[in-house]
């Protein structure tokens, strides 16, 4: 069982920069891929980066590519999501993800076990 509490969400300008945590109980959180998801309202959620079990691997979505950087740290059990140059259109709820089976390949949300609760993420143009 891992739970996952993400924080840093908030309201920023565009072209400003926010950094996601997401921290994970247990002892077990190198064995866990980790993923990063977005959503908006009437939309579904949508896979924004990935990193491996190392962190040596890492993914992105096409859209946010050069601008978002993926990140953990495993003796802190922690993920993180640096995000710079923002658009208004990079706002929504961002969760973070654990999977424990999958690969840094796995973008579907559906394969991830466990997920925090979200964090607010608004640009302002």
């Known amino acids: 069982q891992v739970q996952l509490v993400e924080s840093g969400g908030g309201l920023v300008q565009a072209g400003g920069s926010l950094r996601l945590s997401c921290a994970a109980s247990?002892?077990?959180?190198?064995?866990?891929?980790m993923g990063w998801f977005r959503q908006t309202p009437g939309k579904e959620r949508e896979f924004v980066a990935t990193?491996?079990?190392?962190?040596?691997?890492?993914y992105y979505a096409d859209s946010v590519k050069g601008r978002f950087t993926i990140s953990r740290d495993n003796a802190k059990n922690t993920v993180f999501l640096q995000m710079n140059s923002l658009k208004p259109e990079d706002t929504a709820v961002y969760y973070c993800?654990?999977?424990?089976?999958?690969?840094?390949?796995?973008?579907?949300?559906?394969?991830?076990?466990?997920w925090g609760q979200g964090t607010q993420v608004t640009v302002s143009s």
């Open positions: 993800a654990a999977d424990l089976l999958g690969s840094a390949r796995t973008q579907i949300p559906d394969t991830y076990d466990y």
């Open positions: 247990g002892r077990t959180f190198s064995s866990y891929t």
């Open positions: 990193i491996s079990r190392s962190g040596a691997i890492t």
